[in-house]
């Protein structure tokens, strides 16, 4: 026999070289999300379990748009909130406290922004649903010699 000896695999042929990957290094399964999309956990569940007085005087108090998706911002806390969401809910069978924690840290962070009446994002929003919109933020370029990755 000699020491220049590979054995072949073909497919799901075992590995005899006795080279395995790290056996830690297993891929993870997503754990299977409670809502396929962000329309599904807005309507489903965020929509029906916050409960808040809104107010019907553009620009006082708190404020919702049923037509959440046109405004970006709102999309965009709304998908951290579901993901957020997604990973409490699987974390809450070793964690019984993961679920609280999304609604004090999460939710409640993000509500504070998303209803404001006079300064968020779908703030100024008419009952009609006419919406004027804000502009976005404006930025100057980064002038040459400024490291952004400098802290």
Do not use: C
């Not at 020491?3 to 799901?12: A, K, L, S």
């Not at 620009?59 to 999309?75: A, F, I, K, N, Q």
């Not at 968020?120 to 010699?145: E, F, K, N, Q």
């Amino acid at each position: 026999m000699t020491d220049d000896f590979e054995p072949t695999v073909d497919g799901d042929a075992i590995d005899i070289t006795g080279q395995w990957d790290d056996p830690e290094a297993v891929d993870e399964v997503e754990p299977e999300r409670r809502f396929p999309d962000l329309e599904t956990f807005v309507t489903d569940f965020f929509a029906r379990v916050v409960n808040r007085h809104l107010s019907d005087r553009p620009g006082d108090g708190l404020t919702w748009d049923p037509r959440w998706w046109r405004h970006r911002e709102v999309r965009e806390r709304l998908r951290a909130l579901w993901d957020a969401y997604e990973g409490a809910l699987a974390a809450s069978t070793e964690d019984p406290s993961a679920m609280s924690r999304w609604w004090l840290t999460d939710l409640d962070g993000h509500l504070k922004v998303l209803l404001d009446g006079r300064h968020g994002p779908m703030s100024h929003t008419d009952p009609d649903g006419s919406w004027t919109g804000h502009p976005a933020l404006r930025t100057v370029p980064v002038p040459d010699g400024v490291d952004l990755d400098d802290e």
